[in-house]
T-cell receptor, first 115, second 114 residues
Framework: DAGVIQSPRHEVTEMGQEVTLRCKPISGHDYLFWYRQTMMRGLELLIYFNNNVPIDDSGMPEDRFSAKMPNASFSTLKIQPSEPRDSAVYFC?????????????FGPGTRLTVL | GNSVTQMEGPVTLSEEAFLTINCTYTATGYPSLFWYVQYPGEGLQLLLKATKADDKGSNKGFEATYRKETTSFHLEKGSVQVSDSAVYFCALSDLADSWGKLQFGAGTQVVVTP
């Protein structure tokens, strides 16, 4: 398997623009997670899906952030409008189940810079 | 709620030195414990895990033992290589708190010099 695929790997945009990050989980994995990593706050879970349904979005910072999973092989994280404080590395991860013992597999991340 | 505390970095070592990264946790229930590693420019990947007390996880020469009595999961490697330079994250997952979501420590950067 190719692992978790994310695109783009790097994104530079201007404040106020819409940004869409994309993720393809590992085939057969029922759980998908979006994380944000910054120096100040470390790794934060933004939202997770089970069988394409959003289960917990309590980590989404504000209404400017939205995430969708229209099918089992694709998810998006959208920021509209973007702000400089959204600059971070965004990771997508997937796991076979939601069991506490299960391993999460991370994608390579999207480095977002908002000018 | 649950939390994970790990030693601050950076930790700088010479090749073949012994590495220890301390990790302690607080948990409501009976968590599973993990070490993830992040190499430069990459995503996190699982290094090892342990799911019950006294379990020892091991991989690539790294080891960590689940110590319930001291609520610790310290990572060790007997002889590090330059290729071990990375950021190491201790994490836990506990069904009794927050549906078992993975909670990470702040990460410890390790730099191994030739």
């Amino acid at each position: 398997d190719a692992g978790v695929i994310q695109s783009p790997r790097h994104e530079v945009t201007e404040m106020g623009q819409e940004v869409t990050l994309r993720c393809k989980p590992i085939s057969g994995h029922d759980y998908l997670f979006w994380y944000r990593q910054t120096m100040m706050r470390g790794l934060e879970l933004l939202i997770y899906f089970n069988n394409n349904v959003p289960i917990d979005d309590s980590g989404m910072p504000e209404d400017r952030f939205s995430a969708k999973m229209p099918n089992a092989s694709f998810s998006t994280l959208k920021i509209q409008p973007s702000e400089p404080r959204d600059s971070a590395v965004y990771f997508c991860a997937s796991s076979l189940s939601g069991e506490p013992t299960d391993t999460q597999y991370f994608g390579p991340g999207t480095r977002l810079t908002v000018l | 709620g649950n939390s994970v505390t790990q030693m601050e970095g950076p930790v700088t070592l010479s090749e073949e030195a012994f590495l220890t990264i301390n990790c302690t946790y607080t948990a409501t229930g009976y968590p599973s414990l993990f070490w993830y590693v992040q190499y430069p420019g990459e995503g996190l990947q699982l290094l090892l895990k342990a799911t019950k007390a006294d379990d020892k996880g091991s991989n690539k020469g790294f080891e960590a033992t689940y110590r319930k009595e001291t609520t610790s999961f310290h990572l060790e490697k007997g002889s590090v290589q330059v290729s071990d330079s990375a950021v190491y994250f201790c994490a836990l997952s506990d069904l009794a708190d927050s549906w078992g979501k993975l909670q990470f420590g702040a990460g410890t950067q390790v730099v191994v010099t030739p």
